[in-house]
């Protein structure tokens, strides 16, 4: 019986291994060092960071860049060593002794599917936990405003909540709107407004609930003709009870990150909160961003396939012309991501089809090169 993982397997995996990850690093290289690289020695100069702490932001960094790096990286390993084997004549001889265009490209997929699976993991676990960490050495995200309307059975707004800042898990001149039940043709009338100095989100307010908890509280009580007729003073109030507390908090949290600092169960968390609330521009971007946390990753093994497709070339071709286009088809990719972004969270299109979108287009590509070819 041959064996599965043969001499030729062995060779092809080791040279697009190596060529990869040279690719890698030079791709890391050269996005790290203009800006960040120069940013964190600034800091450090000025005192900001200690030479350790600018280590670790600069380490804390890298994740997010190999979310990038890992298909660029396999695109351009896998061309440079198709097209030196297709310069040297040895893809010539391997197709000379019979072996078909899928067998030469087995131990590339097989390459390719790891790094997929890197990739995968970069952005559902190292790339959460590094902003987290970077969270945690440069301070909390602040956020300037955040609103919460609490609906009731009926979708009638009964209260809104609305959070002037919010930074470091500590919420700042919180203003409650208590709506009456009485509805004008435009508008709820509003019985009581709250203005709170501080508000914190307990997890555990005495019965087994979670609630927010307002300290330092003003209390203006409002009459059926809208004029104020009595103010009082409050050291707490507790506010948005259960799991209405939990949601509005994870919301609040959630909205002051960006996608690639959720790890995917708590991004498909925030996305069914997002979709109860009837955010609907919220709800489409962040799910077109879950399917691509599936998509891109799958970006590898195309990559891979039209990096071999692109070396492969004749004798005497310019080997420019294959790196050349490489390098427009990630260009296009990367720049056209924000314009399916935007056609999901407008609800143009489906999330599921902006996501699918750029990879469909990279197989496509990949059918007219092959055709092209004539492999």
Not at 72 to 87: A, I, N, P, Q, R
Not at 99 to 113: D, E, G, Q, T
Not at 200 to 229: M, P, R
Not at 356 to 362: D, E, K, N, S
Request: some cysteine; charged content about 20%; glycine content about 6%.
């Amino acid at each position: 019986m041959k064996k599965f993982f043969t001499v030729y397997d062995r060779y092809i995996f080791t040279q697009v291994l190596m060529t990869t990850i040279v690719a890698i690093l030079l791709f890391t290289i050269v996005w790290i060092a203009p800006e960040m690289l120069l940013n964190t020695i600034k800091k450090i100069l000025e005192g900001v960071y200690t030479v350790k702490t600018g280590v670790m932001v600069l380490i804390y960094e890298l994740p997010k860049i190999l979310g990038k790096a890992f298909p660029v990286g396999l695109l351009l390993g896998s061309l440079f060593t198709f097209d030196k084997l297709s310069k040297d004549s040895e893809l010539t001889i391997f197709r000379a002794v019979g072996m078909s265009f899928a067998r030469i490209l087995a131990p590339l997929l097989v390459l390719s599917l790891i790094v997929t699976y890197l990739c995968f993991v970069t952005y559902d676990k190292w790339i959460p936990y590094s902003c987290q960490k970077l969270q945690e050495i440069k301070g909390g995200q602040m956020l300037t405003q955040y609103i919460y309307t609490s609906k009731d059975k009926g979708k009638h707004p009964s209260q809104a909540v609305i959070v002037s800042r919010f930074y470091n898990q500590i919420m700042s001149d919180v203003i409650v709107m208590n709506f009456s039940k009485e509805v004008f043709d435009d508008l709820h009338a509003v019985s009581n407004i709250l203005v709170g100095a501080q508000g914190k989100y307990v997890a555990d307010c005495g019965n087994g609930e979670a609630c927010w908890e307002l300290s330092d509280v003003t209390s203006y009580d409002i009459n059926d003709q809208g004029i104020f007729h009595e103010i009082n003073k409050k050291e707490k109030v507790q506010i948005l009870n259960g799991h209405e507390a939990e949601d509005a908090y994870t919301i609040m949290i959630n909205s002051t990150k960006r996608d690639r600092d959720i790890n995917n169960k708590d991004l498909w968390h925030y996305i069914s909160l997002l979709k109860r609330e009837n955010l609907d521009e919220d709800y489409r971007l962040m799910l077109n961003k879950y399917f691509q946390r599936f998509f891109h990753p799958f970006v590898c093994v195309l990559l891979a396939i039209m990096g071999c497709l692109l070396g492969f070339s004749k004798p005497r071709e310019q080997r420019l012309i294959g790196f050349t286009i490489a390098i427009g088809c990630i260009f296009i990719y990367y720049i056209t991501l924000p314009f399916f972004d935007l056609l999901a969270e407008k609800g143009v299109l489906n999330p599921f089809l902006t996501a699918a979108l750029p990879p469909l287009a990279f197989l496509l590509a990949i059918i007219m090169f092959y055709k092209s070819k004539d492999l």
